[in-house]
């Protein structure tokens, strides 16, 4: 009986130390979400005038431009999935990986070339074992993400999105991430964002006034439209990064709440044993006591 109530004692201080673990990891996490979201949906504003830029051009100029037109001359895709560079956060990288297979699969059944783009190193783990090749790859801020970063990756793709079929031109781009919502609701979203589909508003733009452009609006597209990958771009990985948290946050409070239970029950198993233990005890004592009266 000594034996079990050390083994319970044993079990209740190591969960003790995991829970303090898990509360401090709640605690960051919490304290670093709402700065990520801040940052995911200050940049609205900046979207929304890129937007509404661009959809004036095109409702004002009769104008075509490469980011817009659908090709034709080659099979390959471009899918950028987004996920964590670290675990403790409850299903999070496991869901954006499974909507990206699914859409892998979708996408070769329709007789393209996926060709993958992973930000997060839980999603180049995830696919080096499986032995599948990603063209490239960026870690170490998932949930923190940097502009520079969100540059270079729209550059990149802009640059394939470009190129000749025999440079390793592609004809789409597909994102799979984590849309935030809020801190309970967080979910995982597909979005084809090249080529682009301007969707003017007529309510707004019809009733404006004949706009004449200078530069031209070919200039312009050509300014506009890359900022607005670029841009689109850096507001998924921001609003990734709030999943993140959000979603790290939701299995720290858990895996506590489930320390604290475990305590409570190794606490009850500990006295149970303890009171075992007396109870032996006192049944020796009361034999032996009996044996010498004898």
């Given at each position: 009986m000594a034996g079990e109530?050390?083994?319970?004692?044993?079990?209740?201080?190591?969960?003790?130390?995991?829970?303090?673990?898990?509360?401090?990891?709640?605690?960051i996490?919490?304290?670093?979400?709402?700065?990520?979201?801040?940052?995911?949906?200050?940049?609205?504003?900046?979207?929304?005038?890129?937007?509404?830029?661009?959809?004036?051009?095109?409702?004002?100029?009769?104008?075509e431009h490469p980011l817009l037109n659908e090709r034709t001359d080659t099979n390959r895709v471009i899918l950028l999935i987004v996920t964590s560079d670290r675990g403790m956060a409850g299903a999070y990288s496991a869901s954006v990986?499974?909507?990206?297979?699914?859409?892998?699969?979708?996408?070769?059944?329709?007789?393209?070339?996926?060709?993958?783009?992973?930000?997060?190193?839980?999603?180049?783990?995830?696919?080096?074992?499986?032995?599948?090749?990603?063209?490239?790859?960026?870690?170490g801020e998932s949930d923190n993400p940097k502009g520079e970063t969100a540059h270079l990756i729209a550059k990149e793709f802009l640059r394939l999105f470009l190129a000749e079929p025999e440079d390793g031109g592609v004809s789409e781009l597909h994102l799979v991430y984590t849309r935030f919502e809020n801190m309970i609701t967080q979910k995982?979203?597909?979005?084809?964002?090249?080529?682009?589909?301007?969707?003017?508003?007529?309510?707004?733009?019809?009733?404006?006034?004949?706009?004449?452009?200078?530069?031209?609006?070919?200039?312009?597209?050509?300014?506009?439209?890359?900022?607005?990958?670029?841009?689109?771009?850096?507001?998924?990985?921001?609003?990734?990064?709030?999943?993140e948290l959000a979603a790290r946050q939701q299995a720290m409070h858990a895996a506590t709440e489930n320390a604290q239970e475990l305590i409570e029950d190794y606490t009850r198993l500990a006295n149970n044993a303890r009171q075992?233990?007396?109870?032996?005890?006192?049944?020796?004592?009361?034999?032996?006591?009996?044996?010498?009266g004898k």
């Open positions: 109530q050390r083994i319970y004692k044993q079990k209740i201080k190591a969960t003790q130390t995991l829970e303090k673990v898990f509360s401090a990891m709640e605690l996490a919490a304290s670093r979400v709402g700065r990520a979201r801040e940052r995911a949906l200050g940049q609205d504003p900046y979207t929304r005038a890129l937007t509404t830029s661009i959809a004036t051009v095109a409702a004002h100029a009769d104008e990986l499974r909507e990206a297979d699914r859409l892998r699969e979708e996408l070769e059944a329709q007789g393209k070339e996926p060709v993958l783009y992973v930000f997060g190193r839980r999603g180049v783990s995830h696919y080096r074992f499986r032995g599948v090749e990603i063209a490239g790859s960026w870690t995982v979203e597909v979005r084809r964002m090249l080529p682009l589909v301007v969707v003017d508003d007529a309510s707004e733009l019809h009733e404006a006034p004949i706009y004449e452009f200078e530069p031209t609006p070919r200039e312009l597209f050509d300014a506009l439209l890359p900022m607005y990958v670029d841009q689109r771009i850096y507001s998924v990985l921001l609003l990734a990064a709030a999943s075992a233990e007396i109870t032996t005890e006192i049944t020796e004592i009361i034999s032996g006591a009996d044996s010498l």
